[in-house]
């Protein structure tokens, strides 16, 4: 053995792979129904079988074909569907790898020497169930439930919401919140009442003007957004896309704004500006609906196309004449709100500038602005109620992040962290299909609360690093492998899609579903759990809703016709209560007043990067789901690594070529712990640099993926918390390039 | 009867869903396709421009791989499809050489592949797997002999280019522009 | 700047990122059919002049290792064929547009005639010789009253294999370097050049090997000619022609071509032989060895340069 060891520390899945036939029998309980008593999965006998895709949170409805030895093909989108319209993305298309992907988790495995060892050994799921709820029960008794919770992405994060709730905790969060898209909810919901949702309530299929900020549609795969967009380019409709990055929306936009970056809130500002000023703003509309205008023109006197020239480097005839496009247009335009919008910290106030001048172009609730979506309403399953937690996270953050409307992963990983100011740490994790090491910014922050935890239990079907730091591991089977909640989509008409297995369970794997429903009986929870197959309880909630498993077998989609035709509700100017404090559009947010916050969004600047740094700039790429899908043989095949994007301007500068290896180091001196692939291109500024994130992985045991390209959250160690909602502002970053690795620590 | 593709560079975003639906359609080795992504930029920063192409067999009509084609495993098949029956095969490689577009192979299994169309599903009068998935729409096939085909028009009215028609292929592969 | 790249990660083994479909085996196949053809060339010609006694070497020695030299390069072509068993595929089909169909069925001509060929010399070689069989002895009698039929054969098949290892690379207009009509030429001029040079080293009668240095120069005059024209051709044709020729005009294959093709297998030995036939002291085999060196190298570097050159990215 060599006497160097990884920077961090890395975990040997000992054994990891030698057991994977052994498929016990418990895993075919679901056929043991007495509605559904089958002895073959439905893929056996028919040609197709339906499915909504679990590769991103889009979650298409489509298709399993089997080839005729029964194995799965392809999957192909369900026409029927409003989220694809038939036409699965690259990563849906390729989602199939994610079941043939030979390096995932196979068995359960328990950690069997002390933290810091981090051997594993193989167990049953009996066994695992024991040791997670002997702990629990423990952590229940020595500082209460409300020490447990649940970090979870995807599907089945439901069942085990339950099951947690049912123990006692509400401490149930998703990083796609506070690290991703929680701002913009917290923004709209200020301004209208109502969050943008997802899939986003944006009616880009009918807009004329279509004005994208730092959002990458094309190169993220909103499948549906996507279609529309295009689609929108094809009629000729006005693009504007303003973005450091010549990304390919930026390609295909009538302007391109190249902003300097983190400056956008005064080009917002600005914008506000030239319509109230230059009188472009839809009046009647804001007469009828807004509250504040009078506030907001006095707010916004100064903030001149002139003034933003000077920060953002966009030219002030090219604010007029965008925001003139964009009057042109209203209110068929729409500022997008984005999603993944944590950058500076002040986020929510961007986004709240977002939902002004929408509501300035009286573009929400009309035609090709927003529309009005509906969701049907699933029946819940009947089960004693919850107990009530005495506490929950909120309580460790006293004053602050008061706007949120979810609770924060970010923050229940900082409530683990133990504090003196703090009563209530929180001492059990249950992560489920979410590599927190990659998706939390700041991962000594969180290899400090995990070190702090009594349990830590990973639900996935990859090994990730997160499961390297586990106690318990339990093997998740793929979406190809199982049933699952509806889905139940809130879009143009409401629909529901449903799951079914279209193959065997590869390994010893287990649903969501299963794990919650065993580990909730060792826990005594089993009068929540009243039924004992997932597809006897589907059946009963889709009879609810006057259809039935049988059906939705062949049909795969279910749409509901809206009860009212309100898509375009403010069509016509007719009068209309918002669920606001005022019952009008909030141009000036009461509420944010009440609680102590900007009710105005103003400019602040933020650090630029220091010489010789260049900022630090992170996005998708359309083949990719973050870290998750980088391993998937199919997709890792259209893209195996990750480049940093450089301006040929300071690649010159640095002696940089094409295609040559080279480590990035911020500006805390955090070294990527792989090398990335320089790409000179024009298509960056000169003052940032990009790189599409999910790659760099470094646990070993994804055998495609481990150390092929850099991890840029490895790189974000200075988080901008946004005060109203907690939001993680992740781009104030700044990396430099280094020609040789960081020195080995040696053990 | 001439089968051909319209590819659409305004709407297609490059995401390249088209290669691996046909990948799984077809069962092309990991490793290996029969059709990709081309992002091809000029300019310099501010002022650019991006063309985003989904490129494969141009399945042209003066095909050199046929004619570079010892044992006529290479032919031409019906519509002008240009195939590779693997059973006459010797795996020479000319056709590959005398490709420009580099657009065929040698399978794992030793025969010389590439793109057939999906001629399997056009038979059945459905698309090419890649044109049935494109999110964007931006791809089209169709009979370019018959006038009022959905392609032909949109040949006809749009301005479009082919790759490499100096080489004299003469490619069926039209880029709307 | 312009930036076309393939952003799909293809990364087709063989294919990407440069073509490399043809290894050793081509190249070694080509040098060894336009080798043969050139040894056949001399050994037809002079049989026709009546002139096989006075070389020998050239006429009757040297077409022994034919039968050898082209099943090796047979051997070659055979191991880089990816779907063997389908080899004879090649023998149901005619192909006159295909440049593999014809080398095919000019080996499957060439090979048995030079087998034959052969056997005509060996009882001129070899005069104690006992062929034990008498249908044998009445075998090589009988070929041996066609020598002259066979001779004017061979002296055409032997163009056209020599011309054939050019015309292969030339006939692929997907590879700029190698699509000029040159090719074909120089690739004959080469060979027969090759071929010449291997008589001068192993025949022991001056007079021949006089000669054959002699033609061995004028063929080396002869190639410098062709690869000037090559260069010219390439450099007042279109944008891709010019790109290949830049990669021996200071690209990645100018030190290869010019020292071991030019230098090492035209110039020097041209000049060696000038000082041989100058009665200056030169071991012959020096310059001998570099001609077929040379020969050799021209086939690996334009195979390997043509698959360099491309129309797109």
Known sequence: MSKHVNRREFIRLAGLGAAGLTVANPILDWAKGEILTRDTLPGMYSKRTPTYCEVCFWKCAGWVHHNEKGEIWKITGNAEDPHCNGRFCPRGTGGVGMYYDEDRLKTPLIRTEERGKQVFREASWDEAFTYIAEKMEMIKEKWGPECMALFTHGSGGHYLGHMLQAYGSNNVAAPSYAQCRGPREVGFIGTFGEGVGSPERTDIRDSRCLVLIGSHIGENMHNGQVQEFSELVDKGGTVITVDPRFSTAASKSKYWLPIKPATDMALLLSWIHVLIYDELYDKKYVEKYAYGFDELKAHVKNFTPEWAYGITTIKPHVIRETAREMANASPAVIIHPGRHVTWYGDDTQRLRAVAILNALLGSWGRRGGFYNPVKPTVPKVKHPPYPKPKRDWREAFPDKYKLAGLALASGLCDATVPNVERDCAIKGWIVNGTNLIHTLPNQKNTLEAIQALELLVVIDTMPMEITGYADVILPECTYLERYDDLRVSAHREGSIALRVPAAEKKYNTRSAWEMARGLGIKLGLKDYFPFKTQAEELDWQLEQMGSSLAEMEKIGVKKFARPYDDLYPLEGLPDYEFWTNTGKIELYATQFAMEGYAPLPGYKAHEEPPYGFYRLIYGRAPMHTFSRTTNNPNLHDLMDENTVWVNPKVAKEWGLKNGQAIWLENQDGVISSSSIKVRVTERIRFDSVYMVHGFGHTNKKLTRSAGRGASDAELITRVHVDPEMGGTGMRGNFVTFRFEPAEEVIA | ?177 | MVEEIITSGRMTPEVDPILHIWGWEIPLYLFLGGFAAGILFFSALFTLQNKENRYSMAVKALPLAVPVLLAIGLGALFLDLSHKLYFWQLYTNIRWESPMSWGAWTLMLVTPLSILWAASWIEDLFPNLDLRYDWLKEAIRTIRQYQKPMAWALIVLAVILGMYTGILLSAFNARPFWNSAIMGPLFLTSGLSAAAAAITLLTKEHAERSLFTKIDLILIAVELFFIIHLFMGFLASTQVHIQAAEMFLGGEFTVPFWVWVVGIGLAIPALLEILELRKRFVPTYVPALMVIAGSLMLRFIVVEAGQASRWLY
Request: charged letters at 25%.
């Open chain 2, 1 to 177: 009867m001439r089968y051909a593709m319209a590819i659409d560079t305004r709407r297609c975003v490059g995401c390249s869903d088209c290669v691996v639906a046909c990948q799984t359609e077809n069962d092309v080795p990991v490793g290996y396709c029969r059709d990709w992504i081309v992002e091809s930029m000029s300019g310099t920063y501010p002022e650019l421009q991006l063309e985003i192409r989904s490129e494969r067999c141009n399945h042209c009509s003066d095909a050199p791989c046929v004619r570079a084609c010892p044992t006529q495993a290479s032919h031409v098949g019906k519509g002008g499809i240009v195939l590779v029956e693997e059973s006459e095969c010797i795996g020479c490689k000319a056709c590959i050489a005398s490709c420009p577009y580099d657009a065929r192979y040698v399978h794992p299994e030793g025969y010389v592949d590439k793109c057939t169309f999906c001629i399997h599903r056009v038979e059945k009068g459905q698309n090419p797997a890649c044109v049935d998935v494109c999110p964007t729409h931006a791809m089209i096939f169709g009979d370019m002999d018959d006038l009022n085909s959905d392609i032909a028009k949109l040949v006809a009215r749009r301005k479009w280019k082919t790759l490499i028609p100096e080489a004299g292929t003469k490619p069926n592969i039209y880029y709307l522009l």
